[in-house]
């Protein structure tokens, strides 16, 4: 069973810059994709970002290309959401995610969730 824990969520203004971290552990998910996905408030949970299990695909949501990037430590068994010129509509709970495949994940495909972290951005 894989445990997911995110980090680095809290309030920002518009147009700053934060770090998410989601740090797996337990049987680990080094031989899949991860990625994050947000809920906001009264919404449904919508796709940010994903990254395959060596790091060497990506793929972002439409409302975050060019201004987040993911990455991934395969040896610390953790990947990492770098969000800039956050907007108050990125504002949301943020979840690390775990898919069935080694590259892209759908919220379909996703095997494990972590608890999400909030991030809220004021205008």
């Known amino acids: 069973q894989v445990q997911l824990v995110e980090s680095g969520g809290g309030l920002v203004q518009a147009g700053g810059s934060l770090r998410l971290s989601c740090a797996a552990s337990?049987?680990?998910?080094?031989?899949?994709?991860m990625g994050w996905f947000r809920q906001a408030p009264g919404k449904e949970r919508e796709f940010v970002a994903v990254i395959s299990w060596n790091g060497g695909y990506t793929s972002y949501g439409s409302s975050v290309t060019g201004r987040f990037t993911i990455s991934r430590d395969r040896l610390k068994n953790t990947i990492y959401l770098q969000m800039t010129s956050l907007k108050p509509e990125d504002t949301a709970l943020y979840y690390c995610?775990?898919?069935?495949?080694?590259?892209?994940?759908?919220?379909?495909?996703?095997?494990?969730w972590g608890q999400g972290t909030q991030v809220t951005v004021s205008s």
């Open positions: 337990g049987r680990t998910s080094s031989n899949n994709a």
């Open positions: 995610a775990v898919g069935r495949g080694a590259a892209s994940m759908s919220i379909d495909s996703v095997t494990k």
